[in-house]
T-cell receptor, first 112, second 113 residues
Framework: QKEVEQNSGPLSVPEGAIASLNCTYS??????FFWYRQYSGKSPELIMS????GDKEDGRFTAQLNKASQYVSLLIRDSQPSDSATYLC????????????FGRGTSLIVHP | DGGITQSPKYLFRKEGQNVTLSCEQN?????MYWYRQDPGQGLRLIYY???????QKGDIAEGYSVSREKKESFPLTVTSAQKNPTAFYLC????????????FGSGTQLSVL
């Protein structure tokens, strides 16, 4: 059974701080990793994907992947109240069809 | 604009009734998916289809049925056998390649009367 674990939170950070969101996965065959952001009552939207060990930066977002330790994280620098949302980690094994396994998400609250 | 259209936005089901959720895409994607989301939970896969006239069960297919007669359409029927259908339902399609990602519809909130 493939599992993706996230702390449900809420994670509360002050505006301007760095928010750190973590995700662990059980399937060592996992090759593709995604972070989706979901506002309340809305559908998820992809904000980052990462495939190789190390860091990947996109604006204020940095995804970090460590396959040996089976974790992937998302850092949000200079957090803004508009970043308040649920962040879903998704993991996909290599090859075959695209069927990612989602974690239950971490709720992030950025307070002014 | 290309995208995925789900309807209705809100749906109410009476006990013993079957209801159908619509999902249409004009992105020319082969693969489509249905997910269920309960409050505070992640997305759980109900059914998926990788090609027209073919679909596979996901992790929680019991009480649901789908069809894929056209590439653009992937409707989901919630049958009376699904005893706890209240949830947020999301339809998605998949873009392959170096920028792979799931595109989601706006969702349908299903409640039981």
């Amino acid at each position: 059974q493939k599992e993706v674990e996230q702390n449900s939170g809420p994670l509360s950070v002050p505006e301007g701080a760095i928010a750190s969101l973590n995700c662990t996965y059980s399937d060592r065959g996992s090759q593709s990793f995604f972070w989706y952001r979901q506002y309340s009552g809305k559908s998820p939207e992809l904000i980052m994907s990462i495939y190789s060990n190390g860091d990947k930066e996109d604006g204020r977002f940095t995804a970090q992947l460590n396959k040996a330790s089976q974790y992937v994280s998302l850092l949000i620098r200079d957090s803004q109240p508009s970043d308040s949302a649920t962040y879903l980690c998704a993991v996909k094994i290599s090859g075959g069809s695209y069927i990612p396994t989602f974690g239950r998400g971490t709720s992030l609250i950025v307070h002014p | 604009d290309g995208g995925i259209t789900q309807s209705p936005k809100y749906l109410f089901r009476k006990e013993g009734q079957n209801v159908t959720l619509s999902c249409e895409q004009n992105l020319n994607h082969d693969a489509m998916y249905w997910y269920r989301q309960d409050p505070g939970q992640g997305l759980r896969l109900i059914y998926y289809s990788q090609i027209v006239n073919d679909f596979q069960k996901g992790d929680i297919a019991e009480g649901y049925s789908v069809s894929r007669e056209k590439k653009e359409s992937f409707p989901l029927t919630v049958t009376s056998a699904q005893k706890n259908p209240t949830a947020f339902y999301l339809c998605a399609s998949y873009r392959q390649g170096s920028s792979e990602k799931l595109f989601f519809g706006s969702g349908t909130q299903l409640s039981v009367l």
